[in-house]
């Protein structure tokens, strides 16, 4: 167990729906991160968060969004889904925002969009 | 940004020493080099960390050569439960910071 929290587990939409994914960070880590990783493939970088503000964004769509809340968990927004958005989509913590930080992931949720 | 390659898949066997490369050619000064280990539908689990020369944990050694343009995880003496994708991660702190995984390389062990 990482410490890393994620809601739902499991999620079940259709094409053109909007989604919030949570994840609460370890205690006193102030940075979190979200991927995307869909069926067999690697993980694509989406965004993070340092202390509430945005730190870094990779491919994230603009689509998607994401806030980090005073304290501290955060959310991702998924909207105008579309098939291909069914994932797994990870959330990740560390203690400070930079690369050399261990980052502890949580277990994930699936989206699935049909 | 550093681009990571790494190969896409391995196979080995119980007991033997399994090294994993990963290629960052374009590698910037303040740059370390983490290694995860992730099991199917599980979330990456942090191997090692590095940046330069050589680490050693618990679990596994790291080998930097002294011009920092790639990386091998040594896994000593496996077993089946090392089963898994290995992922090496390396941070980029240039104006646009981003961290760029490698397409991860899937581990087999064979009895």
């Known amino acids: 167990d990482s410490g890393v929290t994620q809601t739902p587990k499991h999620l079940i939409t259709a094409t053109g729906q909007r989604v919030t994914l949570r994840c609460s960070p370890r205690?006193?880590?102030?940075?979190v991160y979200w991927y995307q990783q869909s069926l067999d493939q690697g993980l694509q970088f989406l965004i993070q968060?340092?202390?509430?503000?945005?730190?870094a964004k990779g491919n994230i769509l603009e689509r998607f969004s994401a806030q980090q809340f005073p304290d501290l968990h955060s959310e991702l927004n998924l909207s105008s889904l579309e098939l291909g958005d069914s994932a797994l989509y990870f959330c990740a913590s560390s203690v400070a925002p930079e690369n050399r930080d261990t980052q502890y992931f949580g277990p994930g949720t699936r989206l699935t969009v049909l | 940004l550093a681009k990571t390659t790494q190969p896409i898949s391995m196979d080995s066997y119980e007991g033997q020493e399994v090294n994993i490369t990963c290629s960052h050619n374009?590698?910037?000064?303040?740059?370390?080099i983490t290694w995860y280990q992730q099991f199917p539908s599980q979330g990456p689990r942090f191997i090692i960390q590095?940046?330069?020369?050589?680490v050693t944990n618990e679990v596994a050694s790291l080998f930097i050569p002294a011009d920092r343009k790639s990386s091998t995880l040594s896994l000593p003496r496996v077993s089946l439960s090392d089963t898994a994708v290995y992922y090496c991660l390396v941070g980029s702190l240039d104006s646009n910071y981003q961290l760029i995984w490698g397409a991860g390389t899937k581990l087999i062990i064979k009895p």
């Open positions: 968060y340092y202390n509430g503000e945005e730190r």
């Open positions: 205690s006193g880590d102030l940075s």
């Open positions: 374009n590698i910037a000064t303040n740059d370390y």
């Open positions: 590095g940046y330069k020369t050589k």
